[in-house]
């Protein structure tokens, strides 16, 4: 079994750039995809990233994925931010027989 | 236009056993690669994945809770349903469930979710 490790909490300015990482304890993160989620506050979450990276229909190209195999880790970036930006950020892989989610980040436009 | 809701019990005792019901449309359980997996969400806390069934009856689970789950579709009713045994508080979540494309894609399409308290 794998984990996911996201930095509790990020914050940064309207306007800004804000990188989350997310870190895979075992196995290469690039063996399967990762995809990102976005949860607002008593909303079921929503897909801002699938495929290490790529976007649904619909999500501004101000967010965008990559995968690091050096440091066995995926990035959700966001530039030009938004108040609305302002949630809960989850990435999400699996192995043969897993999903895992990681812990989550919580991201603050202020 | 993908829809799922959860049904079910708002409140369980303790021991107890759950039984989930996620009925869908816009999709067919039988097209293949297609699947749908249940995901919890305790109050303030992150996503957990549950389990997933696929539409050839491949089923997979979460190997921390995979003694306690159970879950089963009925393609023609549109539903997959999702057991869990042996209840105990620190299972209240929030219980989404929520379709899948195929093998390993992302949960594209997620239900409103259902809180579920344990508790006597």
């Known amino acids: 079994n794998f984990m996911l490790t996201q930095p509790h909490s990020v914050s940064e300015s309207p306007g800004k750039t804000v990188t989350i990482s997310c870190t895979r304890s075992?196995?290469?993160?690039?063996?399967?995809?990762v995809q990102w989620y976005q949860q607002r506050p008593g909303s079921s979450p929503t897909t801002v990233i699938y495929?290490?990276?790529?976007?649904p229909s619909g999500v501004p190209d101000r967010f965008s994925g990559s995968i690091d195999s050096s440091s066995n880790s995926a990035s959700l970036t966001i530039s030009g931010l938004k108040t609305e930006d302002e949630a809960d950020y989850y990435c999400?892989?699996?192995?043969?027989?897993?999903?895992?989610f990681g812990g989550g980040t919580k991201l603050t436009v202020l | 236009q993908i829809t799922l809701k959860e049904s079910g019990p708002t409140l369980v005792k303790p021991t107890q056993t759950l039984t989930l019901t996620c009925t869908f449309s816009?999709?067919?359980?039988?097209?293949?690669?297609?699947?749908v997996g249940w995901i919890r969400q305790p109050p303030g806390k992150a996503l957990e994945w549950l389990a997933l069934?696929?539409?050839?009856?491949?089923?997979r689970y979460s190997p921390s809770l995979k003694s306690r789950l159970t879950i089963t579709k009925d393609t023609s009713k549109n539903q997959v349903v999702l057991t869990m045994t042996n209840m105990d508080p620190v299972d209240t979540a929030t219980y989404y469930c929520?379709?899948?494309?195929?093998?390993?894609?992302?949960?594209?399409?997620w239900g409103q979710g259902t809180l579920v308290t344990v508790s006597s």
């Open positions: 929520a379709h899948t494309r195929y093998y390993g894609s992302e949960f594209d399409y």
């Open positions: 816009g999709f067919s359980l039988s097209t293949s690669g297609v699947g």
């Open positions: 069934i696929y539409w050839n009856d491949d089923k």
């Open positions: 075992s196995g290469s993160i690039a063996s399967n995809y």
């Open positions: 495929e290490d990276n790529q976007r």
């Open positions: 999400q892989s699996y192995d043969s027989s897993n999903w895992v």
